[in-house]
T-cell receptor
Framework: ETGVTQTPRHLVMGMTNKKSLKCEQH?????MYWYKQSAKKPLELMFV???????ENNSVPSRFSPECPNSSHLFLHLHTLQPEDSALYLC????????????FGPGTRLLVL | SQQGEEDPQALSIQEGENATMNCSYK?????LQWYRQNSGRGLVHLIL?????REKHSGRLRVTLDTSKKSSSLLITASRAADTASYFC??????????????FGEGTQLTVNP
């Protein structure tokens, strides 16, 4: 469907668990993003990585920890989450300076019990 | 209200009719983009219009931009049941460091009835 893949597609975790979300882009882009989409709310930008360097962190709680080992991969490490963290987590990528269009993955639907 | 606010929140039409969605924003922009999202899936880019453009077409899509009113509209002509989805506008500016930051609105849920 797109050049951005996300795994897992669905995740159920308890508040004491540690899990990681993975995103991979096959488009040769040099910027990657994590968004959170909750019901009845606009997409919230969480983190931006540009050229593998984190350039934005929008006051995200420390229980969310991003990692960008290279320009094609992006992780979101989760620990001691709260039920209100249940949402659709979307990864996106773009090429800086080339129209700023972002290409999204299918998302990970997260449920925190 | 938030940057990139869509109107209406929900729209229900019959197949073959045209659908118009509006977006308003507050700050100066580099460009404005429209995205589509099928239920529970990722967003798909539809069209981008730059701040120095007034109108753009892509297939059955027509986008207008009025920077003096800080508003944009998306028109889908001859709608089909497959157009049923949520539509989001997003405003773009380039950060001082690097990378592009999009600010999304809350979206318009379009339902096209067969």
């Amino acid at each position: 469907e797109t050049g951005v893949t996300q795994t897992p597609r669905h995740l159920v975790m308890g508040m004491t668990n540690k899990k990681s979300l993975k995103c991979e882009q096959h488009l040769g882009h040099n910027a990657m993003y994590w968004y959170k989409q909750s019901a009845k709310k606009p997409l919230e930008l969480m983190f931006v990585y540009s050229l593998e360097e984190r350039v934005e962190n929008n006051s995200v709680p420390s229980r969310f920890s991003p990692e960008c080992p290279n320009s094609s991969h992006l992780f979101l490490h989760l620990h001691t989450l709260q039920p209100e963290d249940s949402a659709l987590y979307l990864c996106a990528s773009s090429q800086i300076g080339m129209g700023e269009t972002q290409y999204f993955g299918p998302g990970t639907r997260l449920l925190v019990l | 209200s938030q940057q990139g606010e869509e109107d209406p929140q929900a729209l229900s039409i019959q197949e073959g009719e045209n659908a118009t969605m509006n977006c308003s924003y507050k700050t100066s922009i580099n460009n404005l983009q429209w995205y589509r999202q099928n239920s529970g899936r990722g967003l798909v880019h539809l069209i981008l219009i730059r701040s120095n453009e007034r109108e753009k077409h892509s297939g059955r899509l027509r986008v207008t931009l009025d920077t003096s009113k800080k508003s944009s509209s998306l028109l889908i002509t001859a709608s089909r049941a497959a157009d049923t989805a949520s539509y989001f506008c997003a405003t773009a500016g380039v950060s001082e460091t690097s990378g592009s930051r999009l600010t999304f609105g809350e979206g318009t849920q379009l339902t096209v009835n067969p």
